[in-house]
Antibody, heavy 124, light 110 residues
Framework: QVQVKESGPGLVKPSETLSLTCVVS?????????WAWIRQPPGKGLEWIGT???????YYNTPLKSRATISVDTSKNQFSLLLTSVTAADTAVYYC?????????????????WGRGTLVTVSS | QSALTQPASVSGSPGQSITISCTGT?????????VSWYQEQPGKAPKLIIY???RRPSGVSNRFSGSKSGNTASLTISGLQAEDEADYYC??????????FGTGTQVTVL
């Protein structure tokens, strides 16, 4: 069964670095798909954080670009998110997701597989 | 990049049809036919229900349909069922491999 699952500490102190991992199961992270992080603050909408390819190409949402880093560990079939200098505004449910695949009837510009998300609270 | 605008809530009775709008700009929804819709239910992973404006992934009910006109995309749910009660989010490609999501719509089945 193809699935992705987020993990990481549920509580991070202000000014510290948030670190999350997404384990990909039933599917090779080195395939032609891109992988993404998306978050949702409590009571608010979804926000795209960034997307990466297993080769290392990355794309970030402009407001988070200076603080976010997405990386891949192909040996463990997982990818990670680091978010530095966090504040209370970074409190959110963080989702990892797979971007769609480009094809004859698909642009690939969507997310077709999501994890259930993990809540990260920024508080001292 | 500002979030796409969706109504906060939409409701309908079982069997009815409802439509959720998703309004962006000429830099996102209006410029690309790459709008997708997601269903979010408590305790579950968000689910893709529409991609590329009007395409349905395998396994998604044909009661869900999508369209676009100008800077506004729409999701229609026909034959509303209790199981459709959820939050729905639109998303658009915005160029240079970037995306923006909508503000979200809570669908209530009366």
């Amino acid at each position: 069964q193809v699935q992705v699952k987020e993990s990481g500490p549920g509580l991070v102190k202000p000014s510290e670095t948030l670190s999350l991992t997404c384990v990909v199961s039933g599917f090779s992270i080195s395939s032609d798909y891109y992988w993404a992080w998306i978050r949702q603050p409590p009571g608010k909408g979804l926000e795209w954080i960034g997307t990466m390819y297993h080769s290392g190409s990355t794309y970030y949402n402009t407001p988070l670009k200076s603080r976010a880093t997405i990386s891949v560990d192909t040996s463990k079939n997982q990818f990670s998110l680091l978010l530095t200098s966090v504040t209370a505004a970074d409190t959110a449910v963080y989702y990892c997701a797979r971007r769609g695949l480009y094809g004859d009837d698909s642009s690939g510009w969507y997310f077709d597989l999501w994890g259930r998300g993990t809540l990260v609270t920024v508080s001292s | 990049q500002s979030a796409l605008t969706q109504p906060a809530s939409v409701s309908g009775s079982p069997g009815q049809s409802i439509t959720i709008s998703c309004t962006g700009t000429s830099n996102d929804v209006g410029d690309y036919d790459f709008v997708s819709w997601y269903q979010e239910q408590p305790g579950k992973a968000p689910k893709l229900i529409i991609y590329d404006v009007s395409r349905r992934p395998s396994g998604v009910s044909n009661r869900f349909s999508g369209s676009k006109s100008g800077n506004t995309a729409s999701l229609t749910i026909s034959g509303l069922q209790a199981e459709d009660e959820a939050d729905y989010y639109c998303s658009s490609f915005t160029g240079s491999a970037t995306y923006v999501f909508g503000t979200g719509t809570q669908v209530t089945v009366l």
